[in-house]
């Protein structure tokens, strides 16, 4: 079982909710319900990290994935 946060993970520099799981599958999974719940609450943190993921290149959203799995496997 590894865990990864929620800045970890492209979220709010300031968020460490944290998420467990034996893939890193399981944990983008409950980061992504973590952080539709922020913004369903109106969090603009959570709201501005999603934006700026929307705004990223499909090339820099690859090299995040591999960012996300290094630090999965450093985990």
Do not use: N, Y
Request: charged share 30%; with cysteine; aromatic share 6%.
């Amino acid at each position: 079982m590894k865990k990864l946060t929620c800045k970890e993970l492209a979220g709010p520099v300031d968020c460490e909710a944290e998420f467990s799981g034996d893939t890193l599958e399981e944990i983008g999974a409950a980061c992504q319900a973590h952080v539709m719940e922020q913004i369903g609450e109106g969090d603009e943190a959570h709201q501005t990290a999603i934006a700026a993921w929307k705004e990223m290149t499909p090339e820099d959203q690859q090299k995040a994935f591999v960012e996300f799995h290094r630090k999965f496997d450093e985990a």
